[in-house]
């Protein structure tokens, strides 16, 4: 878990200020920013854990906020990932989910993408939780997420699939490509909803309105899809948010309660008997994400950690 909050030493920079006197409980170091093409040869990225951001030169909208550090991966590793951007054909989602967008944005004649880096210490759910900070403060300074994140592509541009066995022993994987017609990933992303200041349990939460709590058995008498918040029962911290088809999901969530050794599963059945709070919504998938990660961030912001089953798989 990162370290809690205080005044910034010299040279760092708050990840965020979000209005309202709220601050990260943690601060980052960003490096200058260097030009991708490079960055991807490794020049001037940490070999350590961190987060990342990539924009055009000297723009003020970032394309896209990453993260990585689990087991050995670095963000030198990480960056070299993304040489398919230069590639003449549009890379795969393997092994970099935005390589296809980047490429995109390339293949318009955006040449000055760069990067800049933030190491950071400590396990995954904490840089995990950092991302969602990061990405929380662009949404709230210029009401937009990064152009990129959350499965966005440049308008006039198909992605290109996964590429792992599975989808290539199916016959399905293929290179995205220019496209005339629309998909779902060229629509706009939603701002932020609301402040993210308020308690976690709060019926307005991030400028929702949010039902009553009820045990999470109550969710499954019919589907519905929106955001919902998980909580033990008569406890006041969260313990998971999440998005999708809620019936769907705690159905998912129970059944890794009860799968022996499940990470995510344990810390769910020591809180039992879980209690839902949920909020519906047309929202297309990748604005979903991104409310989602607003719910995480202000979970961050104002209990100092993300919740407690988060990113536990």
């Known amino acids: 878990m990162g370290p809690p909050g205080g005044a910034p030493a010299a040279g760092e920079v708050r990840v965020s200020s979000l209005g309202d006197g709220w601050t990260t409980p943690a601060t980052l170091r960003w490096t200058e920013w260097v030009p991708l093409a490079a960055a991807v040869r490794g020049i001037g990225v940490p070999a ?30 990480r960056m070299a990932m993304l040489r398919g951007v230069f590639g003449p054909e549009m890379p795969y989602r393997d092994p970099h989910t935005a390589g296809p967008a980047l490429w995109a ?20 759910p904490w840089r995990k939780g950092l991302e969602a900070v990061a990405l929380a403060e662009h949404r709230q300074g210029h ?5 990129v994140n959350f499965g966005r592509m440049p308008k006039g ?10 989808i290539v022993a199916a ?42 709590w009820r045990l999470a058995t109550a969710a499954l008498e019919e589907p519905r899809a929106g955001l919902y918040r998980l ?3 008569g406890r006041q911290g969260l313990v998971y948010v999440g998005e999708g088809v809620i019936v769907d999901r705690v159905r998912a969530h129970v059944a890794k ?16 008997p879980l209690e839902i709070s949920w909020v519906e919504g047309t929202w297309e998938h990748h604005q ?13 912001l104002v209990e100092g950690r993300p919740p407690l089953a988060q990113f536990l798989g």
């Open 231 to 233: 909580r033990g029962h």
């Open 288 to 300: 979903r994400l991104e409310l989602e990660n607003d719910l995480i961030a202000a979970h961050v």
């Open 48 to 77: 350590e854990p961190g987060l990342y951001r990539l924009r055009r030169r000297s723009a003020s909208l970032l394309a896209y906020i990453g993260q990585t550090g689990s087991g050995t991966m670095t963000l030198r590793k």
């Open 171 to 212: 016959g399905r994987r293929f290179r995205g490509t220019v496209i005339d017609d629309d998909n779902p990933s060229h629509l706009a992303g939603v701002p932020p909803a609301g402040p993210l200041d308020r308690s976690v349990t709060a019926e307005d939460w991030c400028g929702h309105w949010w039902t009553s």
């Open 157 to 166: 541009y198909r992605m290109s699939s996964a590429n792992n066995a599975l």
């Open 105 to 124: 944005m390339r293949h318009q004649g955006h040449d000055d993408l760069e990067a800049s880096f933030a190491v950071v210490a400590g396990d995954t």
């Open 257 to 272: 309660m009860r799968a022996p050794g499940h990470a995510q599963g344990r810390v769910l059945a020591l809180v039992a």
């Open 143 to 147: 009401r937009c997420s990064p152009s």
